[in-house]
């Protein structure tokens, strides 16, 4: 089972960029995907959750209106996209799967290696 987490980069503040989170090894369709972030010297953070089958997504106070979570079973991928970006939204950003949706890191059996979000100008 591996999660690959790719698309992150650096950009200006108002940019987007759209992260993947590829799975390989297991049926995509029998998992939630959950987005987290960790700042340098902060706390891993909860951003975004996909249901399996897409009935439900959730997000962060800090992200919504501004970052979508979407998934497309067929290619074992989902996707964050990432608009409005600000300084703060600067973290690793990994994803992970697990059988429900959790707004909380421990549950999550399967991680991804993480990518680096920079909004700097």
């Known amino acids: 089972v591996q999660l690959q987490v790719s698309g992150g980069g650096l950009v200006q503040p108002g940019g987007s960029l759209r992260l993947s989170c590829a799975a390989s090894?297991?049926?995509?369709?029998?998992?939630?995907i959950g987005w987290f972030r960790q700042a340098p010297g902060k706390e891993r953070e909860w951003v975004s959750c996909?249901?399996?089958?897409?009935?439900?997504?959730l997000y962060a106070d800090s992200v919504k209106g501004r970052f979508t979570i979407s998934r497309d079973n067929a290619n074992y991928t989902v996707y964050l996209q990432m608009n409005s970006l600000k300084p703060e939204d600067t973290a690793v950003y990994y994803c992970?799967?697990?059988?429900?949706?959790?707004?909380?890191?421990?549950?999550?059996?399967?991680w991804g290696q993480g990518t680096l979000v920079t909004v700097s100008s």
């Open positions: 992970a799967a697990e059988f429900t949706c959790h707004t909380i890191a421990a549950p999550y059996d399967y």
């Open positions: 090894g297991f049926a995509l369709d029998y998992y939630a």
């Open positions: 996909i249901s399996r089958s897409n009935e439900f997504t």
